[in-house]
């Protein structure tokens, strides 16, 4: 008698290693798989950047993790960083406007 194959772990179950994807830089291919996903993973993070304690990972840690997401999902992490804790914006503000200054032509035409 075989055992049937196991069912996929939804991603919303699973433990994100966002320490680990941050000290790499990079997100691994494939683990994105759809814009739900995608709006996931943005959620968890801003929730991830804001319960570690400072100095966990730098500014330039999460910028090259942010720029490997869709710019729709960059906008986003800011967007619910901003819902989540409108007082945190003044720790990313570097990050922030160089993010928005890569949107600005396309925001305001």
């Known amino acids: 008698m075989a055992n049937p194959p196991p069912t996929p772990i939804p991603f919303a179950a699973q433990a994100v290693p966002f320490n680990e994807f941050l000290a790499a830089g ?20 801003v929730h991830y950047v804001l319960s570690v304690p400072s100095g966990s990972y730098t500014m330039a840690q999460l910028g090259q993790l942010l720029e490997q997401l869709d710019p729709r999902h ?17 720790d990313f503000a570097p990050l922030y406007y160089g993010f928005m200054a890569e949107f600005h032509a396309l925001l305001f035409t």
Do not use: W
């Open 74 to 90: 960059q906008v986003f992490f800011f967007k619910r960083l901003k819902e989540t804790s409108p007082e945190s914006l003044k």
């Open 26 to 45: 990079k997100i691994p291919d494939g683990f994105i798989s759809s814009d739900y996903v995608a709006q996931q993973f943005v959620e968890r993070l």
